[in-house]
């Protein structure tokens, strides 16, 4: 005898087979053919210097052939005219450097892609899906949010529109339009895995499992609405390749910064000079807060707004201009958004009660560069090879990454390129040996099978990760 559980009903039919009608998979194509014409394919290229032969050197090759093949030397030309020595002047040459994706923002000509993408570059080529290609300027590029704008001079353009991030769903379907590896107008799909992840200081990251590959940085997230709600800008891998997990900038984060971008040509942000740490359930406890929230201070730096409004270390901050601050990462992000200059309320816990302070905002200072430009000609095995340029850390950047040794990445194209490795990453091992300076990179790369992939761990932010470099094309 069969339980009520296994009982079947025509109703209960109808209903299934409607519930599987309104789940079935999605349509892309509407989308495709709405936002496709409003991406578009990133090139960079970058200047290098060739000497030129060196005078006479021409003739000097010629002679030898005839001499090799002949027996004799090359017979001269009756009045021929002489020709004047060329100086052995060096010369600028545009060589690839690297392929990226963006979409058009504005119909007069102002596209969006990932700061990674352009930095570096001597000129950017931007191609529309009707194969038109334009040199573009670079109006501005932020390295801490990976986001950068670029200018063409074009009219009538298909923009994008814009979504709204605070509306976007996990589990909700997305899709993704690049040019992995090189590959113009590739499609790819998935859904919104999590919101809001904390990967790095100053960005909570859309979470997807849309396929990203190198090639798509810079490529617009799309929901099903066809808005644009990302930017896709990394992935978490252990081959160097996708493996079911990307980040995407939100656009509403993107949009401000780009505001700036096309304004001022740079990111203008606060900082109070603190030095924080997360609120343990154990510490709230023994503080009488009631729950773990807001930030440890660690310590104030001399002279700092903090010290001036009477921050002092111990201090628990739990809100910042009336925003709750949860975690370590809301408090960068509250005071990096608040305009350099202008007052903000803090709210303190200190003792067992809670107060409020006034803290005038100073700026952030400008990016700086971690080290000095790399020796090219030591490094020509590394660059042939797996398309890395390195450079040695300071001190201040051992310090500050919390590191005992490792080499920035200067540039990162070819196979480098290709396994997501890019500039401002910190190398820390090849083929499970450490390294500590560019010495005993240049030692590593020396020793290494050409032909075969090498393991390399990097650091990007505050996460280390292994990429695999598979060498050729």
Known sequence: MFSSAWMFSPMTAAAQSSSVALRGLPDFTELVEQVGPSVVNIRTLEKVRVGNPAPGSQDEEMQELFRRFFGVPMPSVPNAPRQAPRQNRPQEEAQPRGVGSGFILSAD??????????????????????KREFKARIVGADKRTDVAVVKIQATGLPAVRVGDVGRLKVGEWVMAIGSPFGLENSVTAGIVSAKQRDTGEYLPFIQTDVAINPGNSGGPLINMRGEVVGINSQIYSR????????????????MRVSEQLRSNGRVSRGRIGVQIAPVTKEVAESIGLEKAQGVLVRGVEEGSPAEKAGIEAGDIITRFEGKVIDKPADLPRAVGNTKPGSRAAITIFRRGKSQELNVMVAEIEADKPIAAAPDKKAQTAAVQHLGLSVSDLTEAVKKEFRVRGGVRVDAAVDAAARAGIREGDLVLAIANTEVTSVKEFDALMSRIDKNRPVSVLIRRGDGAQYVLIRPGK
């Open 239 to 254: 081959s160097g390749g996708f493996m079911g997990i990307s980040f995407a900038i939100p656009m509403d984060e993107a």
């Open 109 to 130: 000509g102002f596209i969006m892609t990932n700061a990674h993408v352009v930095d570096g570059a001597d000129e950017v080529l931007v191609t529309l899906t009707d």
